[in-house]
């Protein structure tokens, strides 16, 4: 196969399943991951699909339909796409939380069965992979959605010179999942049933 059709053909593949994982691809299409990696590159930089934890998501997949009048499926407000936290499952179902602080909590009680989440940068604004973010808490300025808030950032200085100007701290994901899930298990009744 030539690189243009195969790239035809990745692009294809991304469309129809709206995530693949590298290896995927590479399996599918009898080439290396590196290859796979080479023929991305473009539409990563045309921000057609973008890197998530060992794949590539369809960008616009997820994020087309308005979500004003999409509940969070953690605590029922009105998901806003300013802010919503979306968790992909198997069979191309998907969720929607209103912000990182459900979309956090709703991630570690579903585990394996997130096949990928996104969320948009706090500061930028851009999509980006929910694994592969990182996260500011307790800082001073509250936004207006779930408390404690939880502020998805893409880049790691980003977040970094948030936290110098408005307080707090920087987690990982791995880190915040498990910060904000102790934080609220004082609170029996979760945010689920707050509002
Ligand atoms: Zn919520
Ligand atoms: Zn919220």
């Not at 399943?17 to 930089?45: C, F, N, Q, W, Y």
């Not at 940068?121 to 001073?140: E, H, N």
């Not at 904000?180 to 979760?190: L, T, V």
């Amino acid at each position: 196969m030539l690189p243009l059709e195969r790239q035809h053909r990745i692009k294809a593949l991304i469309q129809e399943k709206k995530s693949m994982k590298i290896a995927e691809l590479s399996a599918l299409l009898g080439v290396s991951e590196m290859t796979v990696h080479r023929d991305l590159k473009p539409m990563i930089d045309e921000k057609l699909v973008m890197k998530t934890f060992g794949g590539v998501t369809l960008v616009n997949a997820y994020t087309n339909q308005p979500a004003n009048f999409e509940a969070c499926v953690f605590c029922s407000r009105n998901a806003n796409e300013r802010l919503a936290y979306r968790l992909i499952l198997s069979d191309n179902k998907n969720e929607i939380t209103c912000c990182a602080h459900c979309g956090l909590l709703r991630h570690r009680q579903l585990g394996d069965e997130v096949i990928q989440a996104i969320c948009p940068d706090f500061f930028m604004q851009t999509t980006i992979s929910a694994p592969l973010a990182w996260y500011v808490m307790d800082t001073s300025i509250q936004i207006g959605c779930c408390t404690p808030q939880v502020l998805p950032f893409e880049c790691k200085e980003h977040a970094d010179n948030f936290v110098k100007g408005f307080g707090g701290k920087v987690y990982t994901f791995n880190e915040a999942i498990e910060v904000i899930y102790q934080k609220m298990k004082g609170h029996d009744q979760g945010c689920s049933k707050h509002h």
